[in-house]
């Protein structure tokens, strides 16, 4: 049984989405749709999606949003823009994650900006949820890269564990339009949910009661730091402009300094 002192308001979470989720002729120019609402973006570095123009044209757009960046990096599959499984090596691992947030890194430089995190894409986000030692290899890799990088990652025990075997920064993520096992994990078989009013629900039980609602019809306490918003859903941009109604979303780095009682 939790404990009730798991049932506490949430009073500082960040809003995050996508960019440069395109490829050649593939364009996506929904996802700034979202950009004014956010508080920190996800840029893709080219291997499941994102072509030089497209990472520049993200960049400098976040730059004169004033948001803080990531890199969303993933399998190096472009053809199934990452959503299909790798079994890949250790060493395997490591070196795709520090070419892209290598890349990006480098990138995001030329326009005076810094890499603040890094958020797993598609396949590479489900499979770093449920396995551990995946999940550690990420994590590992991006230490090598820097480590003042926030890993975002599926709220759970092993993101948690993670945090715990490496001292990594990790950022807790959680989706209002997803349903939850009664573990805390997404649902994988249950839809979407495109229903804003639900939504909303939704974020308001986070933030009073840090709960989720779960598949079997009760609520699962979890820890969010952010929460992620798609672009996929025909009322994305809807739903986040009535979630910042609700509270005005702040970057990771800032909600742990002011936990930390450096600001007021």
């Known amino acids: ?20 989720q395109s490829f050649g002729v593939y364009k996506n120019n929904a ?4 950009l004014d609402s956010v508080s920190s973006v996800n840029v893709s570095c080219g291997f499941h999606s994102g072509d030089p123009l497209s990472i520049k044209e993200a960049l400098l757009k976040a730059k004169e949003n004033n948001v803080v960046v990531g890199a ?9 823009f990452g959503y299909r499984d790798m079994d890949l090596s250790e060493d395997e691992i490591e070196a795709i994650v520090i070419y892209q947030v290598g890349a990006l890194m480098s990138f995001a430089r030329t326009f005076h900006l810094d890499i603040e995190h890094v958020r797993p894409h598609g396949a590479m986000y489900k499979k770093a949820a449920q396995d551990f030692d995946f999940s550690l290899s990420i994590a ?10 926030v890993y975002y990652g599926a709220t759970g025990e092993i993101i948690e564990q993670v945090n715990s075997e490496t001292n990594i920064p990790i950022a807790r993520e959680v989706f209002i339009e997803k349903m939850y096992n009664a573990d ?13 009013d639900i939504s909303i629900q939704r ?16 609520k699962t306490f979890v820890k969010a730091d952010t929460i992620h918003f798609s672009n996929k859903l025909v009322n994305s941009a809807e739903l986040i402009k009535r979630a910042k109604e609700i509270i005005t979303p702040v970057p990771v780095n800032y909600k742990n300094v002011y936990e930390s009682g450096w600001v007021e």
């Open 140 to 149: 590992k890799a991006i230490q090598k890269c820097s480590k003042w990088l």
């Open 1 to 20: 049984m939790q404990k009730v002192l798991d049932k506490k308001a949430i009073k500082q979470i960040d809003f995050n989405c996508d960019l440069a």
């Open 31 to 34: 996802e700034y749709n979202l």
């Open 184 to 196: 805390g994990s997404i649902n994988e078989q249950a839809k979407d949910t495109e229903n804003t």
């Open 72 to 80: 969303h990096i993933g399998f190096g599959d472009i053809q199934g």
């Open 203 to 218: 974020l308001k039980q986070l933030l009073m009661f840090s709960q989720v609602s779960n598949c079997e019809g009760g």
